[in-house]
């Protein structure tokens, strides 16, 4: 049986504008090693992240134990705990998202209608996530997530008494201060030697954020995720292909170069 992945990206990462055919055994592991069956080369990513094997009942996917973990539908997998893996399922290594879309198989007349029903999902989640939590984006600790709390008020900066320490000599000990409230995130600057920015503007007072928003502390930049409201990809192929349709690798590939994905097929 043949499945399929719709793989993209992050900003800066090396996916981008790829098809292949990936032809595998009784399991598909991905991760950053050459002898993955699908390979994704971002530091973010562990040499084996996880893989997907097949049951009588479907699919199922499991953590390999990575350093960064990966998450299903924005939910952390246990490193060994195999869970299934359903058609529209999302799953997130590092700086990718890996989307299930399904079993392939199909005729060429479908594959317009299903590349458009992709390049609206992807537009429209925009990588959407359950919790709110910052991400670094660059040092030792690239791709590292930090969880925040629904209400509170935590303290950035590298001194111990900071909720989140940053290992950056040009962050100050207490460098800034963000609090959560309502579902919203605001973010002052707590007197740093060399301050707070918020993309290219400099925090003075309470700034408010916005999902995917980039602060930079000394060195440091991390991106905010607030969570959205998650979209249903199998919803959205059934409004706009109908349930029984698939896809066609050779044909959707060529369709979604302007997509920005990479689109792999994994066959067992």
């Not at 990936?22 to 069956?37: T, Y």
């Not at 040092?139 to 925040?148: A, K, M, Y």
């Not at 309502?182 to 503007?201: C, H, I, M, P, Y």
Request: charged share 30%; with cysteine.
């Amino acid at each position: 049986m043949a499945f399929r992945f719709f793989i993209v990206g992050q900003e800066a990462t090396a996916a981008g504008f790829f098809a292949d055919e990936v032809r595998a055994g009784p399991e598909i592991v991905l991760g950053r090693s050459e002898d993955a069956h699908i390979v994704l080369l971002d530091p973010s990513v562990s040499r084996r992240h996880c893989r997907v094997t097949g049951h009588a009942d479907g699919l199922r996917v499991e953590d390999l134990g990575s350093r960064l973990g990966t998450r299903l539908n924005g939910a952390a997998l246990s490193p060994g705990e195999a869970v299934p893996l359903r058609a529209g399922d999302e799953l997130s290594l590092g700086v990718y998202r890996v989307i299930y879309v399904g079993d392939a198989g199909a005729a060429p007349d479908e594959t317009r209608a299903v590349a458009l029903a992709l390049q609206e999902f992807l537009e429209q989640s925009d990588a959407i996530v359950e919790e709110a939590f910052l991400e670094i984006e660059n040092g030792p600790e690239v791709g590292r997530r930090i969880e925040l709390p629904e209400e509170g008020v935590l303290r950035l900066g590298r001194g111990r008494e900071c909720e989140i320490r940053l290992d950056d000599a040009r962050t100050s000990r207490t460098h800034a201060v963000i609090r959560l409230r309502r579902k919203e995130a605001w973010l002052e600057d707590a007197g740093s030697q060399n301050g707070t920015f918020v993309g290219e503007r400099r925090v003075r007072g309470a700034v408010r954020l916005a999902d995917r928003d980039r602060l930079r502390l000394g060195r440091m930049v991390l991106r905010l995720r607030l969570p959205k409201q998650p979209l249903d990809l199998g919803a959205v192929l059934a409004a706009r292909t109908g349930p029984a349709r698939r896809l066609w690798l050779s044909s959707l590939a060529f369709l979604l170069l302007g997509v920005g994905g990479l689109l792999l097929a994994a066959w067992t």
